[in-house]
């Protein structure tokens, strides 16, 4: 955004101006990390706490300037994200709050035919409206866990949450503006910016990806419009793609014939070229030695049981969770009682489509006192699978390592 609407919305909204109340000032229970305490650098851990955004139930504080917030595993039970417990992340900390009635979305670029001015109304009325669940999740998620640690928000297991989104399809915006062969690539830009002189948050996909069936503008989520930290009053929805993408508040986007060269594309979000398995590339920002992250890898969250829990000689565990990938599908999930030696099948729950992560579990009679290592795999459709070993990459992007839970059978 331009430095006038900057000074007129910053008195507003800057997520700094409000002053919080702070929910807990003691380290936040680890039941709501699921695990991740035990891996966290420990300054992290100790400055944790539990705090709620306007409008947001108390999530846990990551940064408050710009606004990083994660989720609680516990509210991974459910299947569809609460939108006052999604999480939240910003690069920038001058966030405006839109006003959806002078709210206007631009479309332009030297690769487009017709420029196009459109209201909320315009894309409520005017395109075909349309629903997709998918799973919106931070390239980042789990970077806290990292070993070595790499800087950056050190993120557990919660920078993700699961949606329904509705909205219209990119593509039918795109083509009523009318693209010129030479497209290249989509650059998309929000209402949010720097507060001095970083660089703004703009990012840009393939034409081939913005012309997806799956990808929307959204304005509702869980059909409620979208909260305010999450993007009101229309975010980009890139189901399958990390959440780097999906751009809230969106004001703007350019159809243009060359690479996108701004520091969040140039510099930000890459990958060691050849390290993760990739079937979608960005091959117009690809260099010789990285690659822009694309695709949400193969991974599982275990839920149940928790880290250390005890129980009885005799009892019936379940274990559950949830397992997800870019959209090819769940094939399994397998689970293993004895530290990896053996693994047997998950029953995998209703399927809400395949940008959705899916639930799954698996239950066992815990016939012998003793510890038990309890391990879960996800493989998808195409045979992509989790790892056992970190791929440790600088930015700290795409963790999908097999979790390891030790339950106490006594
Ligand atoms: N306008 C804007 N959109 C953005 C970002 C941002 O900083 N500004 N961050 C992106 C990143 S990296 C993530 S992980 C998701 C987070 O979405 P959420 O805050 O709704 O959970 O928003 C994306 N869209
Ligand atoms: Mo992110």
Redesign the pocket.
Known sequence: MDRRSFLRNSLVATAGGILLPKMALSAVDPRLLGGAEKELPSGVLEEQVLEALPGKKPLIKKTYRAPNYETPVTYFEEIFTPNEA???????SNIPMVDEKTWRLRIGGDAVERPLELSLDDLKKNFEQVEIVAL?Q??GNRRGLMKPHVPGVQWGYG?M?NAKWKGVRLKDILNKAGIKANALEVVLN?A?GPVLNEPD?VKSIPIWKALDENVILAYEMNDQPLPH???FPVRVVVPGWT??Y????IVSIDVVSQPYKGFWMATAYRLPLGKFPMVERFTSQETAVNTPITEIVVNSLMLHPRDKQIFRRGQVIEVKGLAWDAGYGIKMVEVSIDGGKTWREAELGKDYGRFSWRQWKYTFKADKKGKYVIMAKATNRIGQTQTFELIWNPAGYHHNVVQRVEINVV
């Open positions: 999604f999480f939240v992340r910003y690069h920038l919106c931070c390239s920078a949450g929000g949010d948050f930290w999450n993007g959440a780097t999906w751009i809230k508040h």
